[in-house]
């Protein structure tokens, strides 16, 4: 009974942004490495960010300056934040567990465009 919602996707303009959510149940959140991946059709996923259960990030370089994850452990939920969209930033968006399991969401769709 693991789940990993993500919403918060949607159509934006160039330079525009979204907030990305998502609430995780039925496993140890506030234990996990969780994570944010993307992919876009005929590409390999890729690495958006990670956050570490103290709190620590990463980010992949191509958002590095306009993307921020954060985490609320009380509310389950880790948070992307994405700021000065450009195209290349179209992609289904996925959350990511790691402990007991890898667990996927299902992804919610960001698109770029004019």
């Not at 959510?21 to 990670?50: D, I, Y």
């Not at 195209?87 to 960001?110: F, H, L, N, R």
């Amino acid at each position: 009974q693991v789940q990993l919602v993500e919403s918060g996707g949607g159509l934006v303009q160039p330079g525009g942004s979204l907030r990305l959510s998502c609430a995780a149940s039925g496993f140890t959140f506030s234990s996990n490495v969780m994570s944010w991946h993307r992919q876009a059709p005929g590409k390999e996923r890729e690495l958006v960010a990670s956050i570490t259960p103290g709190g620590s990030s990463n980010y992949g370089d191509s958002v590095k300056g306009r993307f921020t994850i954060s985490r609320d452990n009380a509310k389950n939920t880790v948070y992307l934040q994405m700021n000065s969209l450009k195209p290349e930033d179209s992609a289904m968006y996925y959350c990511k567990a790691v402990w007991p399991k890898i667990y996927w969401g299902q992804g919610t769709q960001v698109s770029v465009s004019s």
